[in-house]
């Protein structure tokens, strides 16, 4: 696993900062708590932080003070500054784009739409979550396996273990049916990586694939398993 990039999260709530230091740590980050930017500062000239997250629901000029004050440290300033806020007006957050901001997430937050703006800032090769799952894959191609268990997956694709890896390029139709659903999938999927066994000693042996052309509606079903299995726990009370 690649080590965790750490992100300075800035937020003036208890209950927000556990939100936001909870979901980080699901999609492996590794969060830094502070309640007001001065507090961040002192933080970060301990331990160097990649990204800085901030709670915007707070008066627009304390907003723009903090944000000023980010930008102006040498400790911070070169980290990638995110804002989250409930109030999505462009009139509010254009100019924090201008200000320095590197992006601008909504509250309710989407956990793909989370984990892709971080995942660039950072520099993280995935841009989708996963979640681990077990569940059972028939592969209609007749191959010597066509029944293989997923041991993890995303709106992107997912992972089956097997002892005998196909080659990567080969296109398989595949068909299965979530945890807890009823509703059976049916998709066009390449490998795009294969893991023999004993040659990474941290995964176990299988196939990555790749899901070919899927339609809207079954990657929104997808991406509502993972949201829900990653944070589907956690509830964020806006008004604390």
């Given amino acids: 696993m690649p080590e965790k990039k750490q992100v300075l999260i800035i937020c003036h709530t208890a209950a927000g900062q556990m939100y936001l230091g909870v979901l980080l740590k699901r999609i492996w980050y590794s969060p830094v708590l502070a309640r007001t930017a001065e507090e961040g500062i002192r933080m970060a000239m301990k331990t160097s932080c990649d990204l800085v997250l901030i709670d915007g629901d707070v008066s627009q000029g304390e907003l723009q003070y903090s944000i000023s004050l980010l930008r102006s440290d040498p400790s911070i300033r070169n980290a990638p500054l995110v804002i989250i806020m409930t109030n999505d007006n462009p009139k509010v957050s254009r100019p924090l784009l201008a200000q320095g901001c590197a992006a601008i997430l909504t509250k309710p937050l989407d956990l793909s739409v989370v984990y892709g703006v971080l995942a660039r800032l950072s520099g993280l090769p995935r841009s989708t979550p996963r979640v681990p799952v077990k569940m059972r894959v028939d592969i ?3 191959i010597p396996e066509n029944v ?10 997912l992972y089956l273990r097997t002892l005998e890896p196909l080659p990567r390029g080969t296109i398989l139709h595949i068909r299965f049916t979530l945890p807890l659903d009823s509703a059976e999938i049916r998709l066009t999927a390449e490998v795009v990586r294969t893991s023999p066994l004993g040659v990474q000693f941290e995964m ?8 070919v052309d899927m339609p809207d509606d079954t990657l929104l079903h997808i991406r509502n398993f993972v949201q829900w299995e990653t944070i589907g726990d956690l509830e964020w009370e806006f008004n604390i």
């Fill in 148 to 157: 293989l268990t997923c041991i993890d997956i995303s709106e992107g694709g």
């Fill in 204 to 211: 176990e042996p299988g196939i990555g694939l790749r899901f």
């Fill in 140 to 142: 209609e191609e007749g």
